[in-house]
């Protein structure tokens, strides 16, 4: 995900068939400087990202010509950006599957239009300081024989696999590696200071990165749980 100049606008893409409920979304995130393009079927919004890739894409999973789901799916495969669902349907496994497949975060119907913004906001945050590098440019970064191009978000492993990450790993595993054995809270992996102490979907993520590295999630070598304190990421890390 490329992120915007400090002067430029932010571009959401908003997949919402409901006309109404598309129109209280971009006016409410046009009140705080966002540009919002509106989609009302999957396809219409693969077809604009692969034109151009937005900032974040905001995705209704009940559409009229495929699932919402498949479009996150897609959508990762083939122009990854930052993703939030926002959907009436409140099954925790559209969740989990939601958040599997690369989604950023997962809101339910109806929505406050201020706790939408602030989703928002903090998964921008969230990707600003992930993709910020050091003053000497390293991006990429090589720990257990694996290596990481940050600026990529290229995961290759020791017999030169290449792994495909979505935007959301990438970014995890970013702020794992900038500051490898050291304990980071949910709070500062998901880059929000008012976090429902009930959200788990930075374990959802944690678990898929795992699977992703071969680390054992039994037994974990690499992203190592601190119960009751966050994660460590237990390796040496070689920037460059």
């Keep these: 995900m490329t992120l915007p100049r400090p002067d430029m606008p932010v571009t959401l893409y908003v997949l919402e068939d409901e006309p109404e409920i598309a129109r209280l979304i971009c006016s409410s995130l046009a009140d705080y400087g966002f540009r919002c393009e509106h989609m009302s079927t999957g396809r219409q919004l693969l077809s604009r990202a692969r034109q151009a890739t937005p900032d974040l894409c905001i995705i209704d ?11 996150v799916r897609e959508l990762q495969e083939g122009s990854p950006c930052a993703v939030l669902i926002l959907t009436g349907r409140n099954d925790v496994t559209d969740r989990v ?3 599997e ?25 969230r990707y600003q300081r992930a993709a910020t590098v050091e003053p000497a440019e390293r991006t990429i970064a090589r720990f257990a024989g694996w290596t990481f191009d ?9 017999d030169g696999r290449e792994i495909g990450l979505s935007s959301s790993e990438a970014s995890l595993l970013a702020s794992l590696l900038r500051r490898p054995n050291k304990i980071l809270s949910r ?5 929000e200071r008012d976090l429902d102490p009930f959200d788990r979907s930075i374990d959802v993520r944690i678990s898929r990165l795992r699977r992703k590295l071969d680390d054992d999630p039994q037994n974990p070598k ?4 601190v119960y009751g304190a966050g994660y460590l990421f237990s390796a040496q890390v070689t920037w460059e």
Excluded: C, N, W
């Design 222 to 225: 690499l992203i190592k749980t």
């Design 101 to 125: 497949l690369g989604a950023d975060d997962y809101i339910v119907k109806p929505f406050e239009p201020r706790e939408l913004v602030a989703r928002v906001r903090s998964i921008l945050r």
């Design 150 to 158: 940050a600026a990529r978000h290229a995961l290759t492993a020791a």
């Design 97 to 99: 599957l939601g958040l």
């Design 61 to 71: 999973l009940g559409l009229p010509d495929m699932d919402g789901m498949q479009v």
């Design 187 to 191: 709070e500062q992996l998901l880059g």
